[in-house]
């Protein structure tokens, strides 16, 4: 199982970022996905969750209304659309197969001005 995130970088306040996960060594469209959150000196939080085939979604209430979670399981990517960002959102965001044990190396967001 390998994950590898991508498309984090430094953002203004209430900017807009898109990250995406590329999936492989796995089945992916026959799994359940999340995106995580870890920022500095605190405890790795889940942010969003979708279900194998995309058609159910799950968000942390800090990000409801802000984040898209989405999935293409033709091209085995996953997506976080991140809108009106703030800098509380500012961490390192993984992807993961719940399933799995596997992390990827995360890709960090930085939110200020």
């Known amino acids: 199982v390998q994950l590898v995130e991508s498309g984090g970088g430094l953002v203004q306040p209430g900017g807009s970022l898109r990250l995406a996960c590329a999936a492989s060594?796995?089945?992916?469209?026959?799994?359940?996905m999340r995106w995580y959150r870890q920022a500095p000196g605190k405890e790795r939080e889940l942010v969003a969750a979708i279900t194998s085939a995309g058609g159910s979604t799950n968000y942390a209430d800090s990000v409801k209304g802000r984040f898209t979670i989405s999935r293409d399981n033709a091209k085995n990517m996953m997506y976080l659309q991140m809108n009106s960002l703030k800098p509380e959102d500012t961490a390192v965001y993984y992807c993961?197969?719940?399933?799995?044990?596997?992390w990827g190396q995360g890709t960090q967001v930085t939110v200020s001005s």
């Open positions: 060594g796995f089945t992916f469209s026959w799994y359940a």
């Open positions: 993961k197969a719940p399933s799995f044990g596997s």
